[in-house]
């Protein structure tokens, strides 16, 4: 027999979305082409002498390489060295990777772009295992050997990088491996199944002739007595088959009806009378289905329903409300399907209702859950301890029906009803006992006094380590997710419910092991009907082969126990299932026994599957948005204190607590505003992840805090962890500024001591460290920022030396002690360092600045203030830097200083600060005649500048030849 498992194609078949066709592999590679050109910015950035070599294996190998791979798709020899030609454009673009890596080995841009380049060859490209294999491997040699040769050595980042790229061409090699073995598998259990197929409709064909046979002989030899057996047996099974419709209307929440042209019902199953409260004999020749409608939509309702008059126009998923017997409102989902006569006119119509009212609430409250994070619309609200809201957002107010004005400081009784509150007053104790609740229904009341139901989540907000305010978010669940079904009489009619109903529906048979599973059953997961034949040695492949591995014993377990203990409960169960695409899928499965007359369960089971994936997604998201941090994606605080629990059992004794905060993070937040800070943050938080043992838990508990939880660790172990951590972070650097880590530690050993008082000690341990070692790290980015402001911009570098040194001139001939000139002429140069937190497009705009843009440009000032207190050995030079635009009558800034309350260095500075700009040349005009400047002085002496240092600086200063 022909192994049909060699006719799979040179691709690998999986989870993924791989091209199939010379078409897609040209898209592939045109996308190749244009992310190594867009990235090749990063070789002038992180190169800026060798980029253009870079440039030529970027644009002269690597990307015509590939552009000659798309042109010669299109030749037929293309066929034959498809598998090597792809390979050759891997490797070349992986080798070149390897060189900007080798070069710049702490670049996460080229470590990803390997890892990038390695994952093509695996699972993207038509690559074959032995193909895609030798290529990752020779770019690691590559990496390797490259290396060696130009380090002379491999250092630890390049160790690291080795073990990374080895382990990911293992995963590749075992997953592409896994995915040819499965797709074979597939060909192969596709192949049993087109031989079984082909046995049944054998079979069948037999079962049809074998019947023909026996129709004959009973239409020739049937007697009265036999017509009446067979009447009493059609009669039987009418009523089972009614019996088995009944129960799954039932269960389904589901009725269907007949009505004529007027919309009087000729026909109504018993099923209504559980959801509307109606029976039969109320409503068949006496009641129309439109009188069902409410008033004020009725005409609409019926105009809509109505509309159908032939097959092809009849109303599919139509969502109406339906008043009941007593006046309650039912969501149904309803069809219609109009019948021709003879004439070609409507003589009734068949139809079904399905009932959705809670379908529709939950999608609706699943719905309002997705503003929590995007900001959509969905109830949140802020109270103070006492109760009284202090924010609401709008969508809290549409719910409600009140403005945020009438709603701010009212007390939260103000929207529950009064019988509801002392249900309100307990969540609010759990509240403040555990710190939140979480999908507490709750009753709420609009303005109108109109009561509707809520999902409500709350917790405590925490700040300074105390707990400030209530936070709750609130779903509206009034209207639920509505889904329909039509059904028709009898058995056509039981049928027709799985055929057009938008939910699954399956039946299964305990004595004989067989499941009948409708035809949206399988479509909800993307197969078409016959990709599966219902019989009992192949059930496993129906079900249980298609669910997520870790679902399946829960749910086979879950159906088992339903099964053996009978209950009169409906069965429940919620698990994934792997669509045809290869995706899991969320499904929700109902279902329960059908009743004999005497109500006893028989041996079939009804019950339907729905969709719920969207909505679960939502949970999950949530979820886990409520215990990472939102910036570094790591646990938070909440998360810390949940899993702090948990680790201080005595099992994982000795627990070491360490507390780490980031030194540095206040100045690079002052230098280069909080997103480079924000960057910082994400990198200390990344490195603390991956620096972590697989049994340790690292959080961030506070803005610039992190804690590390390592069980059975004792203290020589931490100071090793410190070190080694310390030794990582000290090649960091974020526009250039090198930042550190305030480590301490301490140990919890035994169950008699107290938990937070390790806390407290670990915490006391790293301010004491913090002391230590972050006031040289603050002391070192005060130079490394005026090193890159006056590197970036050369006429800084000159304005700021050339001020330093007529600072220093002034000085001399003030006669001040050298310790004095000294610390003038450091305040001099780093008078103008808040420059660096001004924005580029105006600190080099080549003309005169505009109203708002002078507003900018005037913060430098306060912001060289902030950054020089921040380092202890330049700190007494902040208040020169804020006040050397201060002008003598009291009209400078930032504060408005008059006379001798400026400082007597920032005076000094500021003429000469002003001489300096007035005699240099700049984008937008030429510098003054030192002639010109002089006369500027003395005219702005005594109003703008210190008449005493003006006088010093034009008759001493300037006469002096080195000036």
Known sequence: MHDKTSELPNTVLGHFDHPDTLPGLRIIFAAFVLLYGAVAYTDILYFPEDWPLLWVLRFGVVIPLLISTIILSYRSIFKAIQQMYVAVNVFVGGAVIAVMFIWAPHNIIYYGGLFMVLFSGYFILRLRFWYATAVGWGIVLFYFIGALASHGRLDVTSVHAMAYFAGANLIGMIGLKYLENLHRRQVRTGTDLINMNAKLQQSSLENEKQLEQLTQFITENRTLHEQYLEQQAHAQALQTTRKRFEDLARNTKTFYYEINPDGQFTYVSNSIEALLGYHPEQLVGKRRLQDLFPEETRTEDATRLFAATSPASMVEDRLVSLHGAKGQVLWVNTHLHPVIDESGAVCTYQGTAMDMTEKRAVQNALEAVRPMVTQADFGAALADLEGKFVYVNDA??????????????????????????????????????HGRYTSEEVWHRKADGTLFPTMMSAALVVQDGKPRYMSATILDITELEQTKTELLDAEKRYRLVSELSNTGVWEFNIEQNYLWCSPEYFSLLGYEVNRFQLAPDNLDETWLDLLHPDDRVKAQQTFARFIAEKPGWLYENRF?????????????????????????????????????????????????????????DIPNRRYFQEQLAMFTQPAYYPLAIAIIDVNGLKLVNDSFGHSTGNQMLKQVAAHLDAFKRPTDFVARIGGDEFVLLCPNTDAVQMDTMRQDLNRLISEERIEGIAYSLAFGYDILHTERQNVRDVLKDAENHMYKNKVIFGSSTRNQAVMTILQTLTTKYKEERVHSERVSRYCRQIGEVMQLREEELVELELAGKLHDI??????????????????????????????GYQILRAADRYSNLAEYAMSHHERMDGNGYPNGLKGKAIPLYARIICVADAYEAMTSDRYYRKGMKVSEAKAELKKNAGSQFDPDIVNIFINKVLKRKQV
Request: charged letters at 25%.
């Open 396 to 433: 809290f107010c549409r719910m409600h029906g009140y403005t945020r004005e009438a709603l701010i400081g009212q007390p939260i009784a103000i929207v529950h009803d009064p019988l509801q509150m002392p249900r309100v007053d307990g969540l609010i104790a759990q509240l403040l006992d």
């Open 576 to 632: 994934r299932m792997r669509n045809a695409s290869g995706d899991y899928r969320w499904i929700w499965s109902r279902g329960n026994f059908i009743r004999d007359n005497r109500d006893a369960p028989t041996g079939t089971i009804i019950g339907t599957h729905i969709d719920i994936t969207e909505q679960t997604l939502k949970e999950l998201e949530i979820e886990r948005l409520s215990k990472y941090d939102y910036l570094t």
């Open 834 to 863: 808040g420059k660096i937190s001004i924005p580029d497009h105006i600190l080099s705009k080549p003309g005169p600045l505009t109203e708002d843009e002078w507003v900018i440009m005037k913060e430098h000032t306060i912001n």
